[in-house]
């Protein structure tokens, strides 16, 4: 035997005797090298549809897809409409350490007190403050189903009188209303001057369906609300309507809104 083959007995013996260092180094190679032996096997494999799918709508999603999502109409469930209107009335009365909602908008949706006004949703509930046994405050709050938009209708102290409710313009009040807005009526010190000039000037800055959108038992479109004006309460008093309803000038028409559903309870076209 040759002093090389010797020499070389001693090394060939060390390496066959692993220290642990050296076993945790080839299991962590060998389980890597498994991983990878199994990727290339599932390469080949057929995919489910669902992961498919994900894959490409995660790869396609960009910009345009986010601008998309943004301008989809907002649809909001009756249960939403709670959860929003009874929040709009927490925030208006100092959040929910001095304030709750009565039970019921705590509760099922379809057992809370509302009315389907067609485009909305408006509730009429109770509150106070948290552990108190009588309520002090009612709301009244209008969320609609379409938009974002949610309305404080009313919120203040619980009304112990049964309100009267109208259901339309009497003729004498359709007589005196277009009468007083063409100036031929001898209660014309009702409305001012300024507010005479405001009412003529947005007559011409409306578009000209605006009057289709008018519809009665249904509430105010957004873009229509911002551009009424509103006649003083001492029209109200002259014509014997109830204050809980609002007059409102927009465009040509008067209209008759309950400020409690904050709807459309008439109008008069044409005025103007």
């Given at each position: 035997?040759?002093?090389?083959?010797?020499?070389?007995?001693?090394?060939?013996?060390?390496?066959?005797?692993?220290?642990?260092?050296?076993?945790?180094?080839?299991?962590?190679?060998?389980?890597?090298?498994?991983?990878?032996?199994?990727?290339?096997?599932?390469?080949?494999?057929?995919?489910?549809?669902?992961?498919?799918a994900d894959k490409d709508?995660?790869?396609?999603?960009?910009?345009?897809?986010?601008?998309?999502?943004?301008?989809?109409?907002?649809?909001?469930?009756?249960?939403?409409?709670?959860?929003?209107?009874?929040?709009?009335?927490?925030?208006?009365?100092?959040?929910?350490?001095?304030?709750?909602?009565?039970?019921?908008?705590?509760?099922?949706?379809?057992?809370?007190?509302?009315?389907?006004?067609?485009?909305?949703?408006?509730?009429?509930?109770?509150?106070?403050?948290?552990?108190?046994?009588?309520?002090?405050?009612?709301?009244?709050?209008?969320?609609?189903?379409?938009?974002?938009?949610?309305?404080?209708?009313?919120?203040?102290?619980?009304?112990?009188?049964?309100?009267?409710?109208?259901?339309?313009?009497?003729?004498?009040?359709?007589?005196?209303?277009?009468?007083?807005?063409?100036?031929?009526?001898?209660?014309?010190?009702?409305?001012?001057?300024s507010l005479r000039t405001?009412?003529?000037?947005?007559?011409?800055?409306?578009?000209?369906?605006i009057q289709k959108q008018?519809?009665?038992?249904?509430?105010?479109?957004?873009?229509?609300?911002?551009?009424?004006?509103?006649?003083?309460?001492?029209?109200?008093?002259?014509?014997?309507?109830?204050?809980?309803?609002?007059?409102?000038?927009?465009?040509?028409?008067?209209?008759?809104?309950?400020?409690?559903?904050?709807?459309?309870?008439?109008?008069?076209?044409?005025?103007?």
């Open positions: 035997m040759s002093l090389a083959i010797i020499a070389a007995v001693p090394t060939l013996a060390n390496a066959s005797t692993l220290t642990p260092q050296s076993k945790l180094l080839t299991e962590q190679f060998n389980s890597q090298a498994q991983r990878e032996s199994n990727v290339e096997y599932l390469k080949g494999m057929p995919q489910p549809a669902w992961l498919i709508d995660k790869k396609g999603r960009g910009r345009d897809d986010d601008d998309d999502d943004d301008k989809r109409e907002v649809r909001v469930d009756l249960n939403r409409a709670k959860n929003l209107a009874r929040q709009a009335a927490e925030a208006a009365n100092g959040g929910v350490r001095v304030y709750r909602a009565e039970a019921s908008m705590h509760g099922p949706a379809s057992q809370c007190p509302y009315v389907d006004n067609g485009d909305s949703w408006t509730f009429t509930f109770l509150g106070g403050r948290p552990g108190a046994t009588a309520s002090t405050i009612e709301s009244v709050v209008t969320v609609y189903k379409n938009s974002s938009r949610v309305l404080v209708a009313y919120n203040g102290s619980v009304r112990t009188t049964r309100q009267i409710q109208v259901q339309n313009f009497t003729t004498s009040q359709r007589t005196v209303l277009v009468d007083l807005l063409r100036g031929n009526c001898g209660c014309n010190y009702l409305l001012s001057n405001q009412i003529i000037s947005q007559t011409r800055s409306l578009p000209p369906g008018l519809l009665r038992g249904k509430g105010l479109p957004p873009g229509i609300a911002k551009k009424l004006v509103p006649l003083p309460k001492q029209v109200n008093t002259y014509i014997n309507l109830p204050a809980q309803y609002d007059l409102f000038v927009v465009g040509s028409n008067v209209v008759l809104i309950d400020q409690v559903r904050y709807t459309v309870v008439d109008l008069i076209s044409n005025v103007l």
